[in-house]
């Protein structure tokens, strides 16, 4: 357009330097006419070219998350285990000694006005890949409505949804390893509303294949998991934020196998969590560049009622146990690029009948507990270097003390993460 206008003035101020020659031809005219037309249909194709070029509104943000750990215990943790609970899979305390962590493959983007789509691939240490999510969602349902489908983990409770890249410690939380598997993610589809209210509300619910531990073997025909969840949260001030949840997990499970890979102890029922969290955090007037802090706590409580084959002897036993846990963290910012952290984690699992003693779910009187204090410092938001230790008293009659030191960097474009 510009080219033009400029064309345009070059013509007018050739008519009038030479305004006391002879007129020109109109032939002459009617051939700069044209020329003035096709140089404006030339200038908006190449208009349109250049915003096809500089839109990047549909192509993929692509970003890989690089972890590595260096780590030391005091006790072997291949022999962990937490009295009361049948473990799922990779839920110890991790590898000794140098470790590459698990690193993610991230691709997301609008697929058009509609949907939004994410893949990742979680790359494991042991040259593995594995489709960790990959979802779309809907961008405009309306009335405050929103449905994901696909690969996801879970949005019950807090720290569920968040990836591993995004913890504030390097670990998950106890109950989190002895109830969830660590994190529950599955196949499925969720609907979720929020509320046109000041105050924050969601509500949602999801259904799940039920694969995934505390679920198993995709029960009831590959529906074996439900979930109900509502999140309330808002501002108290310019500096404060709050938000709390509750949150119900019903899966079924046939067979889920738990222990060890060659005879794995067997449990067949169903399995009710209910789960509250707590979120409050501080950033002086909203800014949380320099200094903040956050505060976090969740409880679960899960129900289990079935049959349990300890170590697939042929002989189901009968199974109806409570378990309940919780944890409680506070990490606050003290300058721009520096944090701490603490974190306290409790477990208790009741007693089982007799004829259970001695299985994984025989709490043997002891209730696991541990506590963890953390220092990191990011160079940027792109980068995060961090120490940690866990005094470990998860194990029966066994203390253990554990450091990790971490990093974590982000390669490319990443979105932001949740409140």
Known sequence: MYK????????????????????????????????VRELEAANAAADKTTTRQISNNFNPAISLILDGKLSGF???????????????????????????????????????????????????????TEIEEAFIETLALGGGGAVKAGRFFSHIGYLNPVHAHAWDFVDQPLVYRAMLGNQYGDDGVQARWVAPTDVFVEVGAELFRGDGFPAGGAANAGKGTTTFFVHIGGDAGASHAWRVGISRLDADAEDRATGDATAPDLFTGNATITGVDFIWKWAPDGNPKRTNFKFQTEYFARD???????????????????????????????????????????????????????????????????????????????????????????????KDTQWYLQYIMSLGAHGAHAF
């Not at 400029?6 to 044209?34: C, G, I, K, S, Y």
């Not at 910012?333 to 009741?350: I, V």
């Not at 270097?385 to 029966?396: A, I, W």
Request: no cysteine; net charge negative.
């Open 304 to 398: 289990e009622d079935g049959t349990f084959d300890p170590a697939s002897s042929g002989t189901p036993l009968a199974h109806d146990g409570k378990q309940k846990g919780w944890y409680a963290q506070a990490v606050y910012q003290f300058l721009p690029r520096w944090r701490a952290g603490l974190r306290a984690d409790r477990l208790k699992a009741d007693a089982v009948d007799a004829a259970l003693a001695g299985t994984a779910l025989d709490n043997a009187g002891h209730h696991p507990k541990r506590a963890s204090a953390m220092v990191d410092f990011s160079n940027s938001e792109f980068s995060r270097l961090r120490f940690q230790v866990n005094k470990d008293e998860s194990r029966l009659d066994q």
């Open 74 to 128: 005091s006790r072997d943790p291949d022999n962990y285990a937490l009295p009361g609970f049948a473990l799922g899979e990779e839920t110890g305390p991790g590898d000794e000694g140098l470790r590459l962590g698990e690193s993610e493959l991230v691709m997301s983007a609008n697929i058009d006005d509609k949907f939004y789509g994410q893949f990742t691939a979680a790359l494991t240490p042991e040259n593995e």
């Open 4 to 35: 033009s206008i400029f064309m345009a003035a070059l013509l007018f101020a050739a008519h009038v330097t030479h305004a006391a020659e002879p007129p020109v031809n109109p032939q002459q005219l009617r051939d700069l006419e044209q020329r």
